[in-house]
């Protein structure tokens, strides 16, 4: 990822980033050249000595094929899933890592001002934190609805989303007019808080390098 979050003015951008994620994550190749060989690998190391489970496996396929592209469509650089287990239970999660560019002459906006904007929305609880990477806007909002009358469809439309929790990290890249934005998701409503420390763990772990790619 080399120059992924590079470009812009001022002081020399970072070339790279890293994250620790905990055991059991797994990172999804989102560009369509290694899209299909990306998943295919994550199944078989899920499904390791497994034969009698090819639906579910092809369910499993066409669904992580779906986050796949829906991620890249909306500009993502990177996609890890959760597949940590809990006793005989997977912990769904999921991490998308999306780089926003600036509008053609926009400037970027200051942390405060991000969460200013964002606290106007009274379904988000928006705050300015402090991180190792720098300061970065902290947004925290639960999304769809518990009893879906409408039938399933698109995925990812608003008639067929499910109760979810997500966090979002807003963080400026030294150097550039960017940000890098961490969005944290997980259907375990029942559990926000205890998932939302999680994320925030994460989060803490950002931290920008020279070159390399010691978060994959």
Known sequence: MTGTVGGGAGSAPPADYEL???EGWFRVHI???SRERSVDALIDRRFAGVDNAPHVKRRLREDLLAQATAAF?????????SFQQAGPL?????LLVTLLQPGPGGSRPTPQGVS?????DTAVDASVVELAAGTAVRTRRATGQPDVSAPSGVPGSPDDALPSVTLDYQVPVPGTEAH???TFSTPLVQIADAMVELFDAVAASLKWTDGGSAHE
């Open 116 to 120: 200013d904007r964002l606290a106007a």
């Open 180 to 182: 890098l934005l961490l």
């Open 90 to 94: 997977t912990v769904p999660a999921s």
């Open 31 to 33: 560009d369509p050249e």
């Open 73 to 81: 469509r909306e500009g993502g650089i990177e996609l890890y899933l």
């Open 20 to 22: 620790l994620l905990p």
